[in-house]
């Protein structure tokens, strides 16, 4: 599950930093139309993309999505079809990967077998034209970092997962690329050791004030770390945007569900003025009184979806919320901290509330099969008007 | 299950024992008699009907006359040395021929592999010695090589190839390619892509990658590959008496000729230990080499 703590505190943190909104500043990446095509397949499809200075970028989507293809692009291991790269204004198609100022973490590491870590992380500053005599303190440096000195004289197979991963990220960010990019990083870890190297991650891309393009399928991932986060759909861009306006304010169906958990409901549209709108959406119930940021038209097909934990559920009925609906309680998902009620209401329809469990499991104030009233406020969920996805 | 675990441990023992200990002590015993006009030609013979006294004279007979007598020779020190540099070269020759056939297999496309290997191991359904042969069809001086390059008009007078070392090296590396390409295919083929990536990545060209990643990561089956060949090499003998000369000194074809032509089993037997010490040497070597492969993969 999303925990919501989590990207708030990030946040908050780096509200200050928002290049996107700036219309004077240059992006370091930008794609230009491209497209991508393997054979018949189509794996980008007239792309645009501005991703700034120092900024941590989340590319995510269900595999398949073409996130994979994009970075390899960054990284110069895949040519577009149609369409330019730029980074720095200057246009990479014909630059090889071994000349970017580009370096990647591969997903499965790729460390070098039969090499050190030490030599693992002193094999790009070999490479370039580093003295010899930097080339040590370098290296120590960047095992400082990662916090693996003890361990510069292992081979790879000596040590952990986590580590490895570590030894991965010293390597790619030890010639200190201007992007930096990381293929999955995280997916090899066990759920705990993610969340501690999330953590890390954005500690080290602050302190070295470095570009990262992430990819991943993991959207509490995407959240957590990134500054912005491109959600993508069959090779194209569905939404990009900070992860608190992914969450609050998707632009699509697709993206409501993509990122946490949603109550999804269809129904016919009114306009009420002043941006309220009146959803007709089953026989019996009263129309759900929502907000829509775009206009809608009278009588169209919309969608409107409520995230669980913005539905209260309460054993009266609350007079103060302008939706309110009665059910009964079908399924409870205990998950601790929480619980999401599955609440059944006349019509069939099933809709997910989430309340937190400030009382004992004992003194719950409800359990299966008990009658409940649902509400939630006309701005608690999204109207949208495009049920497509796009 | 100790019992079970004793017969597991016992299987292969008793294997190395009747197929590897038991003849190597006869062959020891032969070398240490003396040549004789007898069946077999050679005393002293172990004889039990003379029960102690029979034994204690057995083994007062042996000597270590005929090791003495190869170090006095210097037909067969040169002959050891020869064999080295023959086994030597053509090993080197072979890796340089079979490294790329290797390269080329593991880095083919998915579907095309089954029918490359194929093809490495297809001449191994034909007899060896048929193989040999037709190579003095190939490079004898109106063989197929002759005529095409005289066809061709490369060259005016036929190339004696067919009777000198040059036809020995032809013949080793092409008998024990398939020994050598293998062990590397699969050290190339089971060679992560994305290390090659990552090495691009950090600043290679496609050819410092391969030098720095790929080879070093190939080693195991360079390794592998170069004893396969040497060890057989060095005691070869139907490849140097079929395609080489009467210059073409080999340590296997000097032991086959002391034991058929000479009946001098003392003596030969005596070369065949010394040839077994030599190649104890680079066995143990290679084994070395497979434990540590074992142990970096585990």
């Known amino acids: 599950m999303f925990k919501h703590g989590d990207f708030m505190a990030h946040s908050s943190s780096t509200s200050t930093f ?13 794609f230009k139309n491209v497209t991508k095509r393997f054979g018949s397949f189509t794996a980008i499809d007239n792309l645009n993309l501005d991703i700034f200075e120092q900024e941590f970028f989340a590319l995510l989507g269900p595999s398949g999505c073409g996130k994979t293809t994009l970075m390899r692009m960054l990284a110069g291991f895949e040519s577009a079809t149609e369409g330019t790269i730029l980074l720095d204004g200057q246009d990479m198609a014909p630059v090889p990967p071994n000349k970017r100022a580009v370096n990647m973490m591969f997903q499965s590491y790729a460390l070098f077998p039969h090499l050190t870590v030490a030599d693992n992380v002193a094999f ?62 995280l997916g090899a870890l066990d759920k705990k050791l993610r969340q501690d190297t999330q953590f890390e991650l954005m500690d080290i891309q602050e302190k070295t004030g470095t570009t ?20 993508m759909d069959e090779g194209r861009l569905v939404q990009v945007d900070t992860p608190a306006r992914i969450y609050e304010n998707p632009n699509s169906v697709y993206v409501a569900d993509f990122i946490g958990d949603v109550n999804i409901i269809e129904g016919n549209a009114s306009n009420k003025g002043d941006g309220l709108v009146e959803i007709n ?20 097909r919309v969608t409107f979806a409520i995230r669980p934990e913005k539905v209260s559920i ?29 609440v059944e209401l006349p019509s069939g329809h099933v809709i997910k509330a989430q309340a937190a469990n400030n009382r004992r499991l004992a003194r719950r104030s409800f359990t299966w099969e008990d009658a409940v009233w649902l509400s939630f406020t006309d701005t608690a969920g999204i109207v949208l008007s495009d049920n497509a996805g796009g | 299950m100790n019992v079970r675990r004793l017969f597991l441990i016992f299987v292969p023992y008793l294997w190395l024992l009747a ?28 004889d039990f009907s003379n029960g102690w006294e029979g034994i204690k004279t057995f083994f007062a007979g042996l000597d270590m006359e005929n090791f003495i007598f190869l170090t006095e020779d210097e037909l067969y020190w040169r002959a050891y040395l020869s064999s080295l540099q023959i086994a030597a070269i053509s090993t080197a020759i072979t890796l340089l021929v079979g490294y790329p056939i290797a390269y080329g297999m593991a880095k083919a496309p998915d579907e095309w592999r089954p029918t490359l290997m194929m093809l490495v191991i297809l001449p191994f359904w034909t007899s060896f010695l048929i193989r040999v042969y037709s190579w003095m069809g190939i490079l004898s001086q109106e063989g197929f090589l002759n005529q095409f390059l005289l066809w061709t008009g490369i060259i ?22 398939p020994f050598m390409i293998l062990p590397i295919y699969a050290a190339i083929e089971k060679l992560d892509e994305s290390l090659l990536e990552a090495a691009e990545d950090l600043g290679c060209s496609r050819m410092q990658a391969f030098w720095l990643v790929t080879i070093p990561l190939s080693k195991s089956g360079i390794i592998a590959g170069c004893f396969l060949v040497f060890i057989p090499a060095l005691g070869e003998f139907v490849i140097p008496s079929v395609l080489g000369g009467s210059k073409t000194l080999m340590i296997g074809k000097v032991l086959w000729e002391e034991f058929f032509s000479n009946r001098d089993w003392p003596v030969a037997s005596a070369v065949a230990v010394i040839l077994l010490l030599i190649l104890v040497i680079p066995i143990i070597l290679f084994q070395r080499n497979e434990q540590k492969q074992r142990e970096s993969e585990g």
């Open chain 1, 18 to 30: 928002a290049p996107w909104e700036d219309s004077e500043q240059k992006p370091l990446i930008q």
């Open chain 1, 212 to 231: 990262f393009v992430i990819v991943t399928h993991d959207q509490e991932e995407a959240m957590t770390v990134a500054s912005r986060v491109a959600v």
């Open chain 2, 156 to 177: 005016n007078d036929p190339l004696t190839i067919l009777n000198t070392n040059t036809a020995v090296y032809i013949g080793i590396v092409y008998t024990y390619l």
């Open chain 1, 314 to 342: 309460t054993q009266e009925r609350v007079s103060d919320k302008a939706n309110c609906i009665e059910g009964k309680v079908l399924d409870i998902a205990y998950l601790g901290n929480i619980s999401t009620y599955h």
């Open chain 1, 124 to 185: 790009g500053l070999k490479r370039s034209d580093m003295p010899k005599s930097e080339i040590e303190g370098r290296v120590d440096e960047m095992l400082r970092l990662v916090r693996l000195e003890k361990f510069a004289t292992r081979k790879p197979h000596q040590i952990s997962g986590g580590q490895r991963q570590r030894v991965a990220l010293a390597r790619s960010l030890a010639k200190a690329p201007k992007l930096l990019l990381l293929d999955e990083p």
């Open chain 1, 281 to 300: 959406w089953a026989e019996g119930q009263p129309a759900i009184q929502g907000t829509a940021t775009n206009a809608v038209q009278d009588g169209t």
């Open chain 2, 19 to 46: 197929l590897f200990l038991v003849p190597f002590l006869i062959v020891l015993k032969i070398a240490l008699s003396d040549g004789a006009l007898a069946i077999p030609p050679y005393i002293p013979t172990l």
